[in-house]
């Protein structure tokens, strides 16, 4: 990727030649060109990622790690190509601290069941924060409750910051991991994890990141943060669904009991016993998504030769554009109003409920999430029931922002 | 474009601006909770039947979208004064229709109809029949949270 790390440093950002290369965006949704603002929830697929999958299934679909022909040892070849890919997309120090899953959901459940059963006790402190996606809350409260142990909540301000004040309070010596999410998915706040990591390791606490929104926003360095654990989706930064990383580091893995017991994950197998394959392998029993894996390392070539920075360097300038476009209109109130914010913009309107917003808007075209973002501690942190949430990607541009502002103003319109 | 009447008439906007037989009922001798987890519409739904199985009095209280609170209100002021198998069989008339299982809505869903729309919107299905659901919950007394997202194909 030399030539495309070049390109990176020297050209502008040609969002119009970006958008091109996403096939979905070219179309009319209700007779209306399409504006999608919903790329917190998913982001569209650039054709590299769609024809990479394509390729896949049409010239070397085979299983991996177990045939002896042609076609097996590209597949298995394509699928560890990607692995060192996001090795080094996160700058992990080994590649087999690239763990496949499904997504960030089951990259936390298997820390919770594989690390957690073995390392929580009864009277044991997990702490998560008042912004968690439930994806970082369920396991964790499936685990103390399986366990005895205590679920702790770091509270956030009106702004949707973290107080890290009360958060060097709850570490003690009870507590036994921090589970926070880098980028909140319902308020856009950007967390201080270098912050956090550094307290809780001074405290002998382990810390696990959930990195679903901060992917394809941050560049992120697993070793320089010193995370133990990161967790991400594939489908959040331009790639499939079904396909996801957890990061762990090597020694703390190593030491984890498997996740799931099955074929491509042992050494030897006897009715008497077995012995488990190294890493990554140990967690990753059965036929993996390989295509989606292909799709995820494409997908990570197409965001490293525009480059992450200037991708957020972007979507900035979307969100302070929206920011003072939203906030000219009187009945909106922003939700989330951090000083560190990624390109996330959750509001209400008036008295008007979400999913109505949501069903106007979409009739104009323009695709935004409303609802409670699977953050409801979130939402009664702030009491509302729900938020709309508009979320921007890098193929995004300010007069789609426009057409968000009109379609809100004739929201108002149709409720006056 | 921009035309939203299908769905929002006028009529379930004043509904949703002006809900009637709103609030709690102190005297009803049957009631349920309804929750739509999709956009968290909550209500509470309270009926007082006779021992003839009319439909002496019934309120509903809580908070929702549009669709769900005009539903709500519209379905309060068409089931009072009426039997309760009236009230079940207007229930599967008004389900049918806004899923789009009937060509045409029945005549005896009178002003109910203006929900018909509802039927090109399946995300907002469940918003219009929530209210409908639980109203037949409070009927058979049952007494968990009618969820529209309880997994026993409620799909509407
Ligand atoms: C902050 C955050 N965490 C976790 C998740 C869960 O990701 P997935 O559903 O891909 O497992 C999401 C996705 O919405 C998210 O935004």
Redesign the interface.
Same mark, same amino acid.
């Given at each position: 990727m030399a030539t495309a790390h070049a390109e990176s440093t020297t050209q502008t950002y040609d969002v119009l030649k970006y958008r091109k290369d996403f096939p979905i965006l070219n179309q009319k949704v209700?007779?209306?060109p399409l504006v999608y603002l919903d790329n917190a929830a998913t982001t569209q697929k650039p054709l590299s990622v769609i024809e990479a999958e394509n390729k896949y299934y049409r010239e070397y679909n085979a299983n991996i790690h177990r045939g002896v022909h042609l076609l097996s040892q590209q597949a298995t070849k394509a699928y560890e190509d990607a692995r060192v890919k996001i090795q080094k997309f996160i700058n992990a120090a080994n590649s087999a601290e690239i763990i496949y899953t499904r997504g960030t959901t089951e990259g936390i459940n298997l820390v919770a069941q594989t690390w957690g059963r073995k390392n929580v006790q009864a009277g044991d402190e997990i702490l998560v924060s008042a912004m968690e996606h439930h994806s970082n809350i369920v396991p964790w409260q499936m685990l103390c409750e399986e366990k005895g142990a205590k679920l702790k909540v770091i509270p956030i301000n009106d702004a949707g910051e973290l107080l890290m004040d009360e958060f060097k309070k709850l570490v003690t010596s009870k507590t036994k991991l921090v589970a926070v999410t880098h980028v909140s998915n319902a308020l856009g706040t950007i967390n201080p994890i270098a912050d956090i990591i550094q307290y809780a390791h001074s405290k002998g606490v382990l810390v696990l990141i959930d990195g679903a929104q901060s992917i394809p926003h941050i560049k992120v360095d697993v070793q320089a943060l010193d995370c133990d654990f990161y967790a991400f989706s594939g489908h959040k930064i331009y790639a499939p669904t079904g396909i996801g990383v957890l990061y762990g580091k090597y020694k703390l893995l190593d030491a984890m009991p498997p996740y799931q017991g099955g074929g491509d994950m042992i050494a030897s197998v006897t009715f008497e016993k077995t012995t488990y394959a190294k890493l990554p392998n140990k967690f990753e029993a059965g036929t993996p998504h390989i295509a989606g894996v292909i799709g995820l390392g494409a997908a990570l070539d197409y965001v490293s030769a525009i480059g992450v920075d200037r991708i957020a360097a972007h979507e900035h300038e979307l969100l302070v554009y929206g920011t003072q476009a939203l906030s000219k209109i009187k009945e909106i109130r922003i939700i989330g109003t951090a000083a560190m914010k990624a390109g996330v913009i959750s509001f209400t309107l008036g008295e008007?409920?979400?999913?109505?917003i949501?069903?106007?808007l979409d009739?104009? !075209?323009v695709a935004i999430r409303? !609802?409670?973002h699977c953050a409801q501690p979130v939402?009664e942190r702030f009491d509302i029931?729900?938020t709309a949430r508009a979320s921007f990607g890098l193929y995004n541009v300010k007069e789609e922002i426009d057409v968000l502002v009109t379609a809100i103003q004739?929201t108002l319109e149709? %409720?006056a | 474009?921009?035309? %939203?009447s299908d769905?929002?008439q006028d009529l379930i906007?004043d509904h949703q601006k002006n809900p009637r037989n709103f609030g709690e009922m102190t005297d009803a001798n049957h009631h349920a909770d309804g929750y739509n987890p999709?956009? !968290?519409?909550?209500l509470t739904l309270y009926l007082k039947l006779d021992d003839a199985g009319t439909i002496q009095d019934i309120h509903f209280k809580g908070?929702?979208?549009?669709?769900s609170k005009a539903s709500a209100s519209m379905m309060t002021v068409a089931l009072k004064g009426k039997k309760t198998a009236e009230a079940e069989h207007l229930f599967h008339e008004f389900h049918d229709m806004v899923m789009g299982k009937i060509e045409k809505a029945p005549e005896d869903l009178g002003k109910l109809k203006v929900f018909e729309g509802v039927k090109d919107?399946p995300?907002?299905v469940k918003?219009a029949s929530l209210a409908w659901h639980t109203m037949e919950a409070a009927l058979h007394n049952e007494k968990d949270v009618v969820s529209t997202d309880d997994g026993k194909g409620m799909e509407g």
């Open positions: 209700h007779g209306v008007i409920h979400p999913h109505d949501g069903t106007i009739k104009q !075209g409303a !609802g409670h939402m029931p729900a004739k149709v %409720f | 474009m921009s035309d %939203f769905l929002y906007l999709l956009c !968290g519409d909550k908070s929702g979208c549009a669709i919107y995300a907002r918003c």
